[in-house]
């Protein structure tokens, strides 16, 4: 079957801007993780759902991050008022108990 | 907290050389352990898992013990290849944390380089 996607690949975001960027898991994981991850660095994590809950937010930066999954399947990250150190790429996991099956990401440069 | 850290890179071997990429950790709880691998252009791969003490991950010719005595999860193989050219990744998740969500911290990443 098909793999996590996101959308889009890229994008480029002038300061102050807000962006939302798209995350679909693989069909029937309950499980959704969202990370960051700088420049030659290892992802850090941002939030969980499980299913429509988002059942841990202690990785978000700043409360310019915001998060959900409604429906329990599709989730949207967005990031209000851009900063310059949001410039990264945002990855989505989605699991069945501890095995998590990542995106291709998104790639956000804030200009 | 949970940290992992692992071998700093870049790491640069000729083919049919060994591999190791050593990576030790801290968790609060028991957790379980993981290579991620990342391709030129692709996204993160599952390379390896073991979920507990002693327990021995292996795929693609890649093997990495579990060692709780010593915090460690060393990535190793016997003889690498112009294709296994990509960035590695240690990372854990602690069941018993409490935080219930098994997030994955993960190391810093090691860039590998095989050159024929």
């Known amino acids: 079957g098909a793999g996590v996607s996101q959308s889009p690949r890229y994008k480029v975001a002038k300061r102050g801007q807000d962006v939302a960027l798209r995350c679909d898991p693989i069909s029937g994981h309950v499980s959704l993780f969202w990370y960051q991850q700088a420049l030659g660095q290892g992802p850090e994590f941002l939030t969980y759902?499980?299913?429509?809950?988002?059942?841990?937010k202690s990785g978000l930066p700043s409360d310019r991050f915001f998060a959900e999954r409604p429906e329990g399947s599709v989730s949207t990250l967005k990031i209000q008022r851009t900063q310059q150190e949001d410039s990264a790429v945002y990855l989505c996991a989605s699991s069945i108990q501890y095995e998590q099956y990542f995106g291709p990401g998104t790639r956000l440069t804030v200009t | 907290g949970d940290s992992v850290t692992q071998m700093e890179g870049p790491v640069t071997l000729s083919e049919e050389a060994f591999l190791t990429i050593n990576c030790t950790y801290t968790?609060?709880?028991?957790?379980?352990l993981f290579w991620y691998v990342q391709y030129p252009g692709e996204g993160l791969q599952l390379l390896l898992k073991a979920t507990k003490a002693d327990d021995k991950g292996s795929n693609k010719g890649f093997e990495a013990t579990y060692r709780k005595e010593t915090t460690s999860f060393h990535l190793e193989k016997g003889s690498v290849q112009v294709s296994d050219s990509a960035v590695y990744f240690c990372?854990?998740?602690?069941?018993?944390?409490?935080?219930?969500?098994?997030?994955?911290?993960f190391g810093k990443g090691t860039k590998l380089s095989v050159i024929p």
């Open positions: 990372a854990l998740s602690d069941s018993g944390s409490g935080a219930g969500s098994y997030q994955l911290t």
């Open positions: 759902f499980q299913n429509e809950a988002q059942l841990d």
């Open positions: 968790a609060t709880g028991y957790p379980s």
